[in-house]
């Protein structure tokens, strides 16, 4: 061994052994070194590099998605289908003290251009205190045989729970499903059902607009954000053959197939990301139409949007603990689709992680750690991370607004990294929440977002 060390020795230039000579092994003792003196500023620096590589593979991500939506093929095979023999459908309204918009969404209904024997319309409404059940009753007198009111008066809270009870009331293999503040338009029913005359396809969701988008600052970013997460993110996936989202509120399902695999779930604040994964996992497919626009009520308050993000959140990250491994051990599913389902159901992990990583990098910056953050951080990494990683969610709004003709909402930008501040701690503690309550099996609390609407009479 000596004899071979000054061989190397004495043949490498100025006499310095080829082991020093390795970049790789060199690197190696450094690491070596540091981690007998600063074992925590190590551990810190590679959990730092960990969050950065994640943080890139979704910038990576969402910046796909915006240059194939801006400059790829558009995929909608069903777009030319105007006639055919159209199935029975049964319309699902859900509704809790919904006084001030019910009547107009059943009005909405009552004017679709669907034909009238083939299409029931059922109101839910679950437990409401207000004026709801009589408003319903008045509609229900109007047009016997249209529109069908089932009263819930007692049962598990949720719209999942109510939903189950109520698919007693249906008619045919295919439910549409819209909250009460959603306005359909005629011909919005049968975009809806049409993906449905391929056996294949389990659910459907639409595209949802703001309609209360002028009066004030928070309703004009949230209509940045719907048109991001719809008219970017949901028809590139569709385009790419990968996983569209199945939403709640403006969408439908075929009833078999949510029977094949196990029906709704009232235990979980998603169900409509957990019956999305679950079609997936049980060889159904999930269609987006971004022709079939419905318009919603956002919020106007900042306290009732927080509410709203952590039920969202609290929901997704439910059902990411309960279906990730079962998804990503599932050989059925083709790999494009598994990666991208994983993907979708650590989304709302990003900000919990990217709030953990600026902890991090402030306590290594105080800790003089900056040996440790060279070695185990490349400046490669950290300069596309910066590229990427930072603003591909802001990019799809840039995109969608261009798409739809709104260039000139891209002056708000700056407010939108605003509200991504603001959300984060309350995705944070959603995040807490779900993995707490996934083992003291806490009842859930549904938290209703607040109308704004004047009341519509009957």
Not at 30 to 47: E, K, N, Y
Not at 111 to 130: C, G, K, L, M
Request: aromatic fraction near 8%; include cysteine; charged fraction near 20%.
């Amino acid at each position: 061994m000596q004899a071979m060390d000054f061989r190397l020795a004495k043949w490498a230039p100025g006499g310095v052994s080829l082991w020093a000579l390795s970049p790789g092994l060199a690197r190696a003792q450094d690491m070596t070194v540091l981690w007998q003196q600063r074992p925590i500023s190590v551990l810190l620096a590679m959990a730092l590099g960990l969050i950065a590589l994640v943080m890139l593979v979704y910038g990576i991500r969402q910046t796909l998605f915006s240059v194939q939506r801006m400059w790829g093929v558009q995929r909608y095979p069903y777009a030319g289908i105007e006639q055919a023999q159209w199935p029975q459908v049964t319309v699902f309204i859900a509704a809790h003290n919904e006084e001030k918009v019910i009547a107009d969404s059943m009005r909405s209904l009552l004017q679709t251009d669907y034909p009238a024997e083939r299409i029931r319309v059922v109101v839910v409404n679950d437990r409401s205190t207000d004026q709801t059940a009589a408003i319903v009753d008045a509609c229900v007198n109007k047009h016997p045989g249209r529109i069908v009111a089932f009263h819930r008066s007692g049962g598990k809270p949720g719209k999942a729970a109510a939903l189950q009870d109520a698919m007693c009331h249906a008619v045919g293999d295919i439910a549409l499903i819209f909250d009460a503040d959603y306005t359909p338009g005629p011909g919005l029913v049968r975009q809806l059902v049409t993906p449905f005359l391929d056996p294949e396809v389990g659910a459907v969701m639409g595209r949802v607009v703001p309609r209360n988008v002028s009066t004030n600052l928070l309703t004009r970013m949230l209509d940045m954000e719907r048109a991001a997460g719809y008219q970017v993110d949901q028809q590139a996936r569709m385009n790419l053959h990968a996983v569209p989202q199945y939403g709640g509120t403006v969408g439908g399902v075929r009833i078999s197939a949510v029977q094949a695999v196990g029906g709704w779930r009232d235990d979980v604040l998603a169900e409509d990301t957990d019956i999305t994964i679950r079609l997936l996992i049980g060889g159904w497919k999930t269609v987006y139409n971004n022709e079939a626009a419905c318009y919603e009520e956002v919020p106007e308050e900042w306290s009732v949007r927080l509410r709203q993000v952590h039920r969202w959140a609290k929901g997704h990250n439910q059902v990411l603990l309960r279906h990730a491994w079962t998804l990503a051990a599932c050989r059925s599913v083709s790999l494009r689709e598994r990666l991208d389902g994983l993907l979708l159901l650590n989304i709302f992990l990003m900000q919990p992680l990217l709030l953990l990583g600026w902890v991090i990098a402030v306590g290594l910056y105080y800790m003089n750690a900056a040996e440790a953050l060279t070695l185990f951080i490349p400046s490669a990494l950290l300069v596309v991370y910066s590229a990427l990683g930072g603003f591909s969610a802001f990019l799809q709004m840039v995109y969608a607004l261009r798409i739809d003709g709104q260039s000139r909402r891209i002056r708000l930008l700056p407010w939108q990294l605003l509200s991504f501040v603001v959300c984060m701690p309350v995705v944070s503690s959603a995040l807490w929440a779900s993995v707490s309550e996934r083992f003291t099996k806490k009842e859930l609390v549904w938290n209703k977002t607040t109308r704004y609407a004047k009341q519509v009479p009957a």
